[in-house]
């Protein structure tokens, strides 16, 4: 039997990057996935994805600082699959800025994605999941949420934010038999660092992260699969850092040692 098999898994930012992949390695492990995204011809691509490989999953097109949308997205995952056993909240954005250059408005916007709607996936899918006895919440957050670097208040802030209400949700829910932990990873090869290729990707690699291997979306969904699954069923109010080492380490300019 698959690890998933019966569970109903919803992803949020299931249409690009890590979100895809999870996607397809839930559904792969026999989960019924609920693609979430914002972009919903990007859910759907996903879907086909799934379906071509002989899974199951449903394209919800949603914005998931919406608190209304929130609320009628978990209602029809419960209505439409009767269950609700994962949710997996991925969405967000990454803008640089210090305080004296990041606008109010550019400040919230990265609050109300990065970190508010981790307060309102909660919010909306813990009742549902107190109903059915249980369940898992893997929220995304970043290196960034543990030790902030340069030019990047909004960014670092919003993800602390989403790390506190991860531990908050662990301990107020653990006697629902409810779950909630981070994945925070340090640089991951997916879409949103598109802009960010060749040289430049490399010389910033070399020079924080002490893996020499530059970390896929696969490598987070696989820890993602591992913190749903009962083989985690001690673990909870935890940050996960996914980042080859790079956090580990007090100062930055990680020299790489010569080969032998
Ligand atoms: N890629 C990295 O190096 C890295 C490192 C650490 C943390 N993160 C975090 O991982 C998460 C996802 O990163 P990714 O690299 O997979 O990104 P991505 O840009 O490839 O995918 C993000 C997805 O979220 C969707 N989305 C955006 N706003 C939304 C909204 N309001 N409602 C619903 N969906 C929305 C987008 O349409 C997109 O499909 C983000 O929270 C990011 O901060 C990324």
């Given at each position: ?68 949308q ?24 990454s803008?640089v ?12 916007k990265?609050?109300?994605?990065d ?10 899918s813990?009742?549902h ?39 908050s949700?662990a301990?107020?829910f ?21 802009g ?19 970390i896929?979306?696969?490598?987070i ?40």
């Amino acid at each position: 039997m698959k690890r998933f098999e019966g569970k109903t898994v919803v992803i949020a930012g299931g249409g690009s990057g890590m979100g895809r992949v999870s996607c397809q390695k839930f559904a792969a492990e026999g989960a019924k996935v609920c693609v979430v995204d914002i972009n919903e011809s990007a859910a759907l691509e996903t879907v086909k994805l799934i379906e071509a490989e002989g899974g199951i999953a449903r394209a919800y097109g949603v914005d998931i600082t919406k608190e209304d949308q929130m609320k009628s997205l978990f209602d029809d995952v419960v209505e439409r699959f009767n269950s609700l056993d994962v949710y997996f909240t991925i969405a967000g954005i990454s803008p640089v800025g210090t305080a004296t250059t990041t606008t109010f408005d550019d400040f919230r916007k990265v609050v109300e994605l990065d970190m508010y709607s981790v307060f309102l996936g909660c919010k909306y899918s813990i009742p549902h999941m107190e109903r059915q006895g249980g369940g898992v919440i893997i929220v995304l957050s970043g290196t960034y949420g543990i030790r902030p670097t340069p030019n990047k208040i909004g960014y670092s802030a919003a993800k602390a934010g989403a790390i506190s209400i991860t531990r908050s949700v662990a301990i107020d829910f653990a006697r629902s038999n409810i779950r909630c932990n981070t994945i925070a990873p340090g640089f991951v090869n997916t879409p949103l660092n598109n802009g960010f290729e060749g040289e430049a990707r490399q010389r910033f690699l070399d020079k924080y992260q002490p893996a020499t291997f530059e970390i896929q979306a696969d490598d987070i969904a696989n820890v993602a699969l591992f913190l749903a699954s009962d083989e985690a069923r001690a673990i909870t109010g935890q940050t996960i850092v996914v980042d080859g080492g790079t956090e580990a380490a007090l100062y930055l300019n990680y020299k790489r040692p010569a080969a032998n």
